[in-house]
């Protein structure tokens, strides 16, 4: 047992000398969460778009200031003719062209009706149908005005009300996923490195011929990045928890036990990495390279799994990341219970079986 | 020149005899290309949506009916109670409850206004508004409808209401096909990953292994060293570029109406950017795994701020002009308006200067900072 | 022994923080003699070789390499020397041959004329038949010898050899030494360093550095006389139980 302790004492020596490696490994998370909060979200704000109004009158222009009053638009650009609309659009100076019909106002006295192009820029889908959405929100504020004297009375109306995250915000959303890409990279990545290097060194032959068990080599070069990944967690959810006010609605203890099962599914999937990577460079590459994009698109963090395409649904279920993800969302924001999420532990405990069993079945044919 | 030649001779065997990384580097971006292409998009589809019909009258099926017939939401189930309902949320099985109160006919029909209850699973802000706005339009295009039948019940009085329609127009992608948008951006992380991770890993590997110093003791020029070095990951680069570029051709059908040649032209120099970096990451470092952590926190800051996964026109203005030091950032627009609009040489002529602009720096900043004495 | 020296050192230093590696050593070597560098681990040695080599800058004081300065000339020096590390730095996954192609190009050496020098080498180190093999595959021995004659490819006047025999048997030590004995027969300067007291003998002359500072300088023969003992192994014992 002593010499076991020497060893994870060794172990952590070598991972906490890294100046620079250490750096990266707790200025990542900080950094994304940092990020995340304070520079990236999907609204759309201050758009650029540009007006051609072929009428003029005073029911456009009432309009347009409202359009130029809202905070997810900017007037950029006034056109006159619609062939200017291709070259704007080529140079990428607007995202939308709004496009007011002649006789705006005048239709709309004698027919009742007037017509809005909302023309958009829609190599950028997500922007297009939100620009159009948010156009079209406006527009619909405008028309109840109009026809405030006229208000029919048999009105349905909604009442909205917004479960765990009421003022939508998105740290909601990035936290848990942030949490889960670091967990799962770090630990693969360490974990496959680690082990890798020593071969490359030779000097894991000389720990596999020492008194150690086998076992315990490979429990000694882990250990370390449980307790790393352990503080990175803690350091995630506090971040979130303080600075951006994420409420952490179920057990804690839960939330731990979860985290730590979350981290030796990763380390299990390093290791299997380290049995078929014949240096830390191959290494390094399948856990980072080949790792990050599909955890990050796959896992559900981004974008919604029910929006992808059957096959690609099925994929994402041998990403263990996205049940983290569903358990630590259920864990932090609805706080539910192992009674709602046995279901998604079950599967992580089985997905590191899987890891732990293929690679003992490829280190017992290395041998040979 | 011709020591040039030799180190890149030498670089191309090594790369081509590493059996193991020969994988990594030709079929796993392009794996990666065909699965994530088809899974990455923001569109609201298949919503879990459920109901709590306490009416149970003609109108409040008809309703109901607009939801099932809907594109956006699945319907799941219908629940006795909004409690059980709520249940399910909790378990994550639905993410909508629309619940419709006693009397919701009689009180439309008897002129008085009435109120439905949305319940919404807000954890994901962005998806949560989506889904706010397609219910209320789905809400108001049935109130709509059934004016003309009220009329009657409306003590004879009809008024025709105005009404400003809005027309959408889609441009470039009129079926809001997620994989024209993600395809090409997707292929311009791929391709910039590897050629990072690569470069910035190589020449730590020679440090680690003892060669560098061999390497430094000859007469051997440090300009002709680093040419040598990068410029097999510079042909990488483009290789994964082309078939990349046939992939989303062929495959995911991503119309081409720019010049491809004005592309590699692109990206040729923008392979310089990246290549800097990795070189300058590398003079740096001691192992291999220092060099590709920093890479991999510059590529994830990189990738998080280029406009890819989400638009930088929506970021703080602080945040705004720190992308302008993203090189990936120009890759991501280039490639989109070239491929997508069919934008020429005078659109992207001030993203071409700029690249030029960094990968003289940051070259030079890295040759600089290489020393082949201590 | 011809008189000219063709390396001179005065007081050069080397120092890391508060750490002096090498304390201001001042020694001359003669074209075309066996210099041996000893010391024990630790000593200074490769500190000193790698300032020498100039891939290392002296914190202070002055080295005349083959006509040359070691820190005005640095480039000029590098074509002059060639340098055998302590891990013989060669690329485990290139084949002897690309070996030798690689080396002998980076020193600037025609097509025509590798290849002459290559079918040389293969022959005199009978490696004709592996010569497509991977160097990683090799014996350390081999790896060696491959090492040590790649570094004389372009003929330099000067090679510097660091602890070129760590790790190998008795046997191929004693080859290689009549390897380096054939190379200084031709006028080649070896400047090499040991931590093997017994290949003290085979050198010339002797500097036995002792934490940072050369403590004894002379023939193998002269400095046993000077200690009054029988080996070099114990002309170092004697200075290192100086040292405590």
Known sequence: ?368 | ?374 | MNQEKIITVQNLTKTFGTFTAVKGISFDVYKGEIFGFLGANGAGKTTAIKMLIGISKPSSGKAVVAGYDVVENTESVKKSIGYMSQKFSLYDDLTIKENITFFGGIYGLSRKNIKLKMNDLLTELSLQDVANKLVGSLPLGWKQKLSFSIALLHEPQIVFLDEPTGGVDPITRRQFWEMIYAEANKGTTIFVTTHYMDEAEYCDRVSIMVEGVIEALDSPKKLKEQFNVASMNDVFLKLARNVE
């Open chain 2, 1 to 374: 020149m011709k020591t040039i030649l030799f180190i890149i001779q030498k670089e191309f065997k090594q790369i081509f005899r590493n059996k193991g990384m020969l994988p990594i580097i030709f079929v796993l971006p392009l794996i990666q290309l065909l699965i994530l292409s088809n899974a990455a998009s923001f569109e609201v589809k298949n919503i879990p949506f459920s109901f709590v019909d306490n009416d149970h009258s003609k109108v409040s099926r008809e309703l109901i009916e607009k939801f099932k017939a809907s594109d956006y939401f699945k319907i799941i189930d219908e629940f006795p109670s909004k409690n059980k309902a709520v249940a399910e949320m909790q378990k994550g099985n639905v993410d909508v409850i629309l619940e419709i109160p006693v009397n919701f006919e009689k009180d439309l029909i008897k002129n008085r206004g009435t109120t439905l209850s949305v319940s919404i699973n807000a954890i994901d802000g962005a998806s949560a508004g989506i889904m706010n706005v397609y219910i209320s339009q789905i809400i108001a295009g049935y109130n709509q409808s059934i004016q003309p039948q009220l009329v009657q019940y409306n003590y004879g009085f009809y008024v025709q209401l105005k009404n400003i329609v809005t027309i959408p127009s889609f441009w470039y992608n009129e079926t809001l096909n997620y994989k024209t948008y993600m395809v090409p951006g997707i292929l311009v992380l791929l391709v910039t990953m590897l050629t990072l991770f690569l470069s910035s890993m190589n020449i730590v590997r020679e440090k680690e292994m003892g060669t560098l110093e061999q390497i430094n003791v000859t007469p051997i020029k440090k300009y002709q060293f680093i040419i040598g070095k990068l410029f097999p990951f510079w042909v990488l680069g483009l290789v994964i570029l082309t078939v990349g570029l046939i992939i989303a051709k062929i495959i995911f059908k991503v119309p081409m109406l720019g010049n491809i040649g004005l592309i590699y032209f692109f990206t040729s120099v923008y392979l310089l950017v990246i290549l800097g970096i990795g070189l300058f990451i590398s003079n740096f470092t001691e192992t291999q795994q220092q060099a590709m952590f920093i890479a991999w926190f510059f590529t994830v800051i990189f990738i998080l701020m280029s406009g890819l996964f989400t638009p930088i026109e929506s970021m703080p203005k602080w945040a705004q002009n720190v992308t302008l030091a993203n090189p990936i950032r120009y890759f991501v627009e280039v490639m989109r308006m070239v491929l997508l609009k069919g934008s020429g040489f005078p659109e992207i002529k001030q993203h071409l200067f700029i690249l030029f602009g960094y990968a003289f720096i940051i070259n030079g900043l890295a040759v600089w900072s290489y020393k082949k004495t201590n």
């Open chain 1, 1 to 368: 047992m002593k010499r076991f302790i020497g060893f994870v004492t060794k172990e952590f020596y070598h991972i906490f000398r890294d100046k620079r490696s250490m750096f990266i490994l707790f200025g990542m998370p900080i950094a994304q969460i940092m990020l995340f909060g304070f520079a990236i979200t999907n609204e759309i704000n201050n758009v650029n778009i540009a007006i051609l109004d072929q009428s003029k009158d005073s029911e456009t222009q009432k309009i347009i200031s409202k359009i130029s009053a809202s905070p997810y638009f900017k007037i950029e650009q006034q056109l006159t003719t619609e062939n200017q609309i291709e070259a704007v659009f080529k140079k990428g100076s607007v995202k939308a062209v709004l496009v007011f019909e002649k006789d705006f106002s005048k239709n709309l006295q004698t027919r009742n009706h007037s017509k809005v192009q909302v023309i958009s820029d829609a190599t950028d889908p997500n922007m297009a149908n939100t620009i159009t959405n948010y156009v079209h929100a406006i527009l619909q504020k405008y028309i109840v005005e109009l026809n405030k004297n006229n208000q029919p009375i048999n009105h349905i109306q909604s009442q909205t009300q917004l479960y765990y995250n009421p003022e939508l915000k998105s740290v909601f959303t990035f936290v848990p996923g942030v949490m889960t890409v670091i967990l799962m990279l770090v630990s693969a990545m360490m974990t496959s490195i680690s082990i890798t290097r020593e071969k490359e060194l030779g000097t894991m032959e000389i720990l596999l011929v020492s008194p150690l068990k086998p076992i315990q080599v490979i429990i000694g070069k882990v250990f370390p990045y449980i307790f790393l990944s352990i503080i990175n967690a803690v350091v995630i959810v506090s971040l979130g928890f303080f600075v951006f006010k994420m409420p952490i609605e179920g057990s804690l203890f839960l939330l731990a036990f979860e985290s730590v099962l979350f981290i030796v599914t990763a380390l299990s999937l390093g290791i299997l990495i380290s049995t078929v990577s014949n240096s830390q460079q191959t290494a390094m590459m399948i856990s980072l390279f080949g790792l990050m994009l599909p955890v990050i698109i796959l896992s559900g963090f981004i974008f919604p799994i029910s929006s992808m395409p059957l096959p690609m649904q099925i994929i994402s279920n041998i990403i263990p990341a996205k049940w983290f993800i569903i358990i630590i969302k259920g864990i932090l924001l609805k706080g539910v219970g192992l009674n709602v999420l046995w279901k998604e532990t079950l599967i992580l405990v089985g997905m590191t079986a899987f890891f732990i069993v293929l690679s003992i079945k490829k280190y017992k044919i290395r041998l040979e």
